[in-house]
């Protein structure tokens, strides 16, 4: 079986985990939530196809929405996040190109690079939550509130996280 496809399977589970069990807990001044899950959709190979991203998308989304009880809002934003993706990652090339079979973390094009191409996504996917939950009871200054708050506080777990697996592949 393939490494690769074996070492996304398992942070794939991780991350469901680890969403499930603590993140889904971690919530800030009641508007900054936690959703560290999307950071498997930032770190797939750049070369997956687009396709292959959707379902992986819609998979996580699709979990995510049967533990929180969500009827399909964390499925449409991650649809949303991956369809979005590679249009990001075309526009936001480092000079020079990717790599073959590189994928987007720390050591691809340094944490400038990083910030900018996670960020975008990140608060992509928030804005499609958060504006799909609050369209009965829409109240824009609250929603845009728990977007940002909720884009920081995921950018800073998902980099946190990003470190951990970095650290444990040197090891």
């Known amino acids: 079986m393939n490494n690769r496809l074996v070492k996304y399977s398992i942070i794939f589970i991780l991350l469901a985990i680890f969403q499930i069990a603590i993140a889904k807990n971690l919530?800030?001044?009641?508007?900054?939530?936690?959703?560290?899950?999307?950071?498997?959709?930032?770190?797939?190979?750049?070369?997956?196809?687009?396709?292959?991203?959707?379902?992986?998308?819609?998979?996580?989304g699709l979990i995510m929405d049967m533990f929180y009880n969500t009827g399909g809002i964390h499925?449409?934003?991650?649809?949303?996040m991956m369809y979005s993706r590679g249009k990001w990652l075309n526009l936001n090339t480092p000079q020079g190109g990717f790599d073959a079979g590189s994928a987007p973390d720390l050591s691809i094009a340094g944490v400038p690079w990083f910030i900018t191409y996670s960020i975008v996504l990140i608060f992509l996917h928030h804005a499609a939550l958060f504006v799909i939950e609050s369209f009965g009871a829409f109240s824009f200054w609250?929603?845009?509130?728990?977007?940002?708050?909720?884009?920081?506080?995921?950018?800073?777990?998902?980099?946190?996280l990003l470190i951990l697996f970095e650290r444990g592949k040197r090891k």
């Open 75 to 80: 499925t449409s934003a991650c649809v949303l």
């Open 142 to 160: 609250m929603t845009t509130k728990k977007i940002f708050l909720s884009t920081l506080l995921t950018f800073f777990l998902c980099l946190i």
């Open 27 to 60: 919530i800030l001044f009641d508007t900054a939530f936690a959703f560290p899950y999307i950071l498997i959709l930032l770190i797939l190979p750049i070369s997956i196809s687009d396709t292959s991203a959707l379902m992986i998308g819609f998979a996580m």
